[in-house]
T-cell receptor, first 114, second 117 residues
Framework: DVKVTQSSRYLVKRTGEKVFLECVQD?????MFWYRQDPGLGLRLIYF???????EKGDIPEGYSVSREKKERFSLILESASTNQTSMYLC?????????????FGEGSWLTVV | QKEVEQNSGPLSVPEGAIASLNCTYS??????FFWYRQYSGKSPELIMF????GDKEDGRFTAQLNKASQYVSLLIRDSQPSDSATYLC?????????????????FGQGTILTVHP
């Protein structure tokens, strides 16, 4: 089975702190994604990566950056956390070929910024 | 117009009934379509995907795709209380000219389904 692991499940951070959310997948998938999910707004794509050291902005990249130094690991960085970044963050991965590009999600990271 | 729209919920059906969930999409070039189920407080899990026009069945679930109408639906037969969840429709939109989609999915806002005993 595909496993996408988000190391931090629940975090509480202060405004202005730098926050790292880590994600690891074990299926050698080329593509990795960070989404956030908010009530009434659905799932929105923040950033994605299609290869090591490659990244592209999604629909809502402002206030975020990402890092992909190894194929299995994709990190989301909040340079200076703000209260409007309180949300559930979902990491996902997918193969470029096979499985119909199905996206597999991690369990989610609940971030509260106070 | 939103890129992916789902019928507004919440949807409530009695146990044993057929639940019908609908989704429309704006990009005529979209190639693949996905249904995810999300329980409260959990991450989305894939139910099934479909590429070709027509029906695709998997147990109690049937996905239906009509590309001409830009419409995809999910039917759940013999609904059970354990099917109560939010159902997300997702579409792999066609890439911009010269680009690739890299498997990005665009999600609808979800439909909350409640199956009552």
């Amino acid at each position: 089975d595909v496993k996408v692991t988000q190391s931090s499940r629940y975090l509480v951070k202060r405004t202005g702190e730098k926050v790292f959310l880590e994600c690891v997948q074990d299926m050698d998938h080329e593509n990795m994604f960070w989404y956030r999910q908010d009530p009434g707004l659905g799932l929105r794509l923040i950033y994605f990566s299609y290869d090591v050291k490659m990244k592209e902005k999604g629909d809502i990249p402002e206030g975020y950056s990402v890092s992909r130094e190894k194929k299995e690991r994709f990190s989301l960085i909040l340079e200076s956390a703000s209260t409007n970044q309180t949300s559930m963050y979902l990491c996902a991965s997918s193969p470029t070929q096979g499985s119909g590009n199905t996206i597999y999600f991690g369990e989610g990271s609940w971030l509260t910024v106070v | 117009q939103k890129e992916v729209e789902q019928n507004s919920g919440p949807l409530s059906v009695p146990e044993g009934a057929i639940a019908s969930l609908n989704c429309t999409y704006s990009d005529r070039g979209s190639q693949s379509f996905f249904w995810y189920r999300q329980y409260s407080g959990k991450s989305p899990e894939l139910i099934m995907f479909i590429y070709s026009n027509g029906d695709k069945e998997d147990g109690r679930f049937t996905a239906q795709l009509n590309k001409a109408s830009q419409y995809v639906s999910l039917l759940i037969r013999d609904s059970q209380p354990s099917d109560s969840a939010t159902y997300l429709c997702a579409v792999n939109l066609s890439p911009r000219a010269g680009g690739t989609s890299y498997g990005k999915l665009t999600f609808g806002q979800g439909t909350i389904l409640t199956v009552h005993p």
